[in-house]
C-alpha cells in the first residue's frame, strides 16, 4: 500500500546512516597507530605492520591485543595514498563516537570552551586544530558533518594523536548546533579580519561565559549565516602589512586568548 511507504527523505537518511555504520578509516604512522592502539575506545579492524615497526610497537600491540599482519617494507599494500609516510605501519579502524553535542560541551573534560569550523576541509587544518584544541584544554571541535575534513590518516597524523582523545563532533547543521550552545551558555565569537572588535577586547566583553570560537575556511571565511549567528566577529591584531594567519594558526591565538582570559582578569 502506497500509505506504508517511507517518504524518500526518511529512506535516504536511513541509507546514510548504514553507510556511515561500515565506514572505516586508515590510519598510518608510528605516533598515530600507536595511540589509536591504546585508545580502549577505538574499535580496531586490521593492523599492518613491517618487522621493523612491530618492534616499535611491541608493547601497543600487545595491549590492544590485536593481531598483527606483517609486511614487506617494499610492498606495503594497503589503501592509503601514495607517497604517505607510513613509517611501516597502518591500521584499519571505526571512526571514533564522542557522543551528543550537550553531553559533551556541558560536561565533557576540559575548560568550558569549544571551537566550530565552518566548511574547513584540508586534512592537515584540521588536524593543527585539534591539536591546538587539547594543548589548551578544549572540550571539543564541532563541524559540519558535510564540507568538513573527514577523519583520515592525513588528518590523524598532523593531529599527533590529539584525534584519539580531543572530541571531533560532526553536527548536521552548524548554526543550529551553534544556536544549541547558546542555550548552554556559550558566547561565540567569530574570528574573522575584519572583524570589529580586536579579540582581546572580544574575550573581556564575554566575562566568564563559556566560549565557542567560530573560524571559516581560508579564502571564503564565515558564511553569512554562521556570521550572524556569532555574538561578536573578532579580529587578531597584527603589526606589519601582512595580517593574515591560516585557520590553523588563528585557532591556536584564539584559544590562548580564551584559556588564558582569567588570568589578565
Known amino acids: ?8 527523505w526518511v529512506v535516504d537518511k536511513e541509507r546514510a546512516r548504514r553507510a556511515e555504520a561500515r565506514e572505516t578509516v586508515w590510519l598510518f604512522g608510528l605516533h598515530a597507530v600507536r595511540d589509536a592502539l591504546m585508545n ?45 609516510v607510513h613509517q611501516g605501519a597502518a591500521m584499519e579502524v571505526k571512526p571514533l563516537n564522542w557522543g551528543k553535542l550537550a553531553d559533551v560541551a556541558i560536561s565533557g573534560e576540559g575548560a568550558p570552551l569549544v571551537v566550530l569550523l565552518d566548511r574547513v576541509t584540508d586534512p592537515h ?11 589548551f584544554g578544549a572540550r571539543a571541535v564541532i563541524a ?36 544549541e550552545l547558546k542555550a548552554m551558555g556559550y558566547r561565540m565569537i567569530g574570528l574573522d579580519g575584519d572583524g570589529t572588535v580586536e579579540l582581546g577586547a572580544a574575550m573581556a566583553s564575554v566575562g ?14 564565515l558564511r553569512e549565516k554562521t556570521r550572524e549567528t556569532c ?5 587578531i591584531p597584527f603589526a606589519g602589512a601582512f595580517g593574515s ?17 582569567h588570568d589578565k582578569a
Do not use: C
Open 1 to 8: 500500500m502506497s500509505g506504508d511507504k517511507k517518504p524518500s
Open 40 to 84: 580502549p575506545a577505538r574499535e580496531k579492524i586490521r593492523l599492518v605492520v613491517t618487522k621493523n615497526a612491530l618492534d616499535k610497537l611491541e608493547e601497543a600491540v600487545a595491549a590492544a591485543g590485536i593481531q598483527p599482519e606483517i609486511a614487506d617494507p617494499r610492498r606495503f599494500d594497503v589503501p592509503i595514498d601514495e607517497g604517505s
Open 125 to 135: 587544518n584540521v588536524g593543527a586544530v585539534l591539536r591546538s584544541a587539547e594543548v
Open 144 to 179: 559540519p558533518r558535510h564540507h568538513s575534513a573527514p577523519e583520515t590518516g592525513a588528518l590523524a597524523k598532523t593531529a599527533s594523536g590529539a584525534l584519539e582523545r580531543q572530541p571531533y563532533l560532526k553536527v548536521t547543521n552548524l548554526a543550529e548546533a551553534m544556536e
Open 208 to 221: 566568564t561565559h563559556p566560549v565557542a570560537l567560530v573560524l571559516g575556511a581560508e579564502g571564503p571565511g
Open 231 to 235: 555574538d561578536v566577529i573578532a579580529r
Open 245 to 261: 594567519l591560516n585557520v590553523s594558526n588563528a585557532a591556536a591565538v584564539g584559544l590562548y586568548a580564551a584559556a588564558t582570559r
